[in-house]
DNA sequence: TCGTAACAATGAAACGATTCAAAGATCCGC
DNA sequence: GCGGATCTTTGAATCGTTTCATTGTTACGA
């Protein structure tokens, strides 16, 4: 199990120098047909493949960048991932990916085991108060791109999803079928997801007169949540109910779905609209399929990434903040009356 | 924006000799205090971080191992990186993060850059045809474990997860919960996972005389494949209808939820009973809460590293083959009549 | 045949860490 | 004060690649 062969075991083997195997390797162009055919040969007889940590000694930097999610299981970071790896591909260069588990420590880890790869640079959603090391990496011209975060664009560019811009588009949607007496279902508000989305819904419901919109605050996202919400809405009975539901995401809507549908006493969506957020891959599964908003994960990561690449090349980069605008899917959930 | 501190740099503003700068990091026994201290001082002035490239090329190998899964968005795998991940930072590695998105050119490329990384070990859930790959890695010394697939035990180490045993458990219990008409919706039966699950289901039945399993194919693994599954056992009404069903997978099970429940002919689980497989998420979360075939992926990813590990030390490395034993996850959707 | 481009090939130096034999300090007992 | 043992520190050599100034080769028109 000797140790693999080096460039200059290919050069002896084919009888030439170091530096034109390497141009071989770099710039084909500069090498005469024969020598290349006998130097391929060489280096498919020996099994050699090139010892990346040289390259990156020599070179100053790596060819990678780096990713730190907050959570990998999460269908929109997994979409990011996706994508991020795609593009950089196609700037010939990996993602190392690290899952921060909405974890200080571990995120503080991640960033020092990137800097110590000499990432050319690093996407983060963040969890913790980062910016300190951020700070370090970006004087030393590593560059960061945040993602689903904005940041102060003098130090730093970034992606994000505009939350309000969508909540506006989810409440205008039912009052555009007609619904007056609408519900927000989400919480906490701290997170600032949702109460971003609750901004955007309370714009559109002003624009009517007669529409009103009552918040009912939800233990977490989860459909438990959302299917405790929904039983304490059949419990007021039909008078009370709200006739277009919005839910700051698909899992607590498919939970308010449940709890209507299971009781037979409400129809969606001839008694109340449903609307999500996330469009996650169970909306369109859904016993009623789930209208929702989509969020543009696939052209997230696209960007953050050429976000990045423009600022690795340059000397005195110039930060952007990208906000993307999500996207209304109507399903049956809000077919109008 | 100058290029950072070597350890040169570092030396020389304390001043010592590189190989003292070196021996506080690796061996800070072998330095006095006061020493420790100056060289501590300058390397936080300076902001000195390593280079783990020129560390690597000394090493001869990167303290990262390689993991290559089919889908990061499927959550087997999601759950198996994240086990990963924390058994590597354990050994003070960390992991390389490839999807191949079931494709095999892309597994190519990975491994192939996993190699030239010099990644000390290889963890992969294989596409292709990948065993001559994997027998140029294993000869130059890099191990590698396979995960979710067996493995010729004179080559490789492997996990997996006993979808015979899945089956059995799935189809036994509904037999001891008094249910005779079985029936199996899965497809196509090209996938290993369906195939073993399904000759599983076969044993369990074949112990009780009176006990029939009629096989579903279904178009897929999905939702609506599943309700398309159900909805064609609805329109056969009371008399034809099984009175156990076991699906291959929670989504297939889901679909064939939907069906029965939303035209409120069949209740479960009296009318009849259903099991899934994969014990996702949304089992706990159905209308009727879905009982499941639970796989320890926890388990996977932590012995799959283990086996590495194993392996990566050793100069004569023997292979071994764990097969893990999936568990049954009793919910409403099988309760005893 | 000569001069000169244009093209090919060479190999030493550099990247930044670790290693290790050797040199230098320090301490202790007598 | 001395010999010897122990503890610290030193710095050249090494890993495998890329770079680039230099040298060698070829081709072609005059």
Redesign the pocket.
């Given at each position: 199990m000797n140790?693999?062969a080096?460039?200059?075991d290919?050069?002896n083997h084919a009888?030439?120098?170091?530096?034109?195997?390497?141009?071989v390797?770099?710039y084909p162009?500069?090498?005469?047909q024969?020598?290349?055919d006998r130097v391929l040969k060489a280096i498919d007889e020996l099994g050699?493949?090139?010892?990346d940590?040289?390259?990156q000694?020599?070179?100053?930097h790596s060819r990678t960048i780096g990713l730190i999610v907050l959570d990998v299981g999460n269908p929109f970071f997994t979409a990011v991932v996706r994508a991020a790896e795609d593009a950089a591909a196609l700037h010939g260069s990996a993602v190392l990916l690290g899952d921060s588990g909405h974890d200080a420590a571990r995120e503080a880890n991640y960033i020092d085991l990137f800097q110590e790869q000499r990432v050319q640079g690093l996407l983060i959603s963040p969890v913790g108060d980062v910016t300190e090391r951020l700070d370090l990496l970006r004087e030393r011209g590593v560059p960061t791109v945040l993602v689903d975060r904005l940041a102060d664009e003098a130090k730093f560019s970034s992606v994000a999803v505009d939350d309000d811009a969508g909540g506006y588009l989810a409440a205008r949607h039912l009052l555009d079928t007609g619904r007056r007496r609408l519900a927000f279902v989400g919480g906490p508000t701290s997170i600032r997801q949702v109460a971003d989305r609750l901004q955007g819904a309370r714009r559109a419901v002003k624009e009517e007169a007669d529409a009103t919109l009552e918040v009912l605050e939800s233990e977490g996202q989860t459909v438990l949540a959302g299917r405790s919400v929904g039983n304490s809405l059949v419990e007021r009975g039909r008078e009370g109910l709200p006739d277009g539901i919005f839910c700051a995401n698909d899992l607590l809507a498919l939970g308010v779905m449940q709890s209507l549908t299971m009781t037979h006493t409400f129809r969606i969506p001839e008694d109340v609209a449903l609307i999500g957020y996330d469009d996650i891959d169970f909306a369109v599964s859904a016993v009623v399929p789930l209208s929702s908003i989509r969020q543009p994960t696939e052209a997230l990561g696209r960007t953050a990434i050429q976000l990045l690449a423009e600022e690795v090349g340059s000397r005195n980069p110039t930060h952007r903040s990208v906000v993307f605008t999500p996207e209304l899917v109507v399903r049956q959930s809000t077919k109008a009356n």
């Open positions: 140790r693999s080096s460039i200059k290919v050069a009888s030439v120098a170091v530096g034109t195997v390497s141009n390797l770099n162009d500069r090498v005469s024969r020598t290349k050699f493949v090139r010892n940590a040289a390259r000694l020599r070179a100053g």
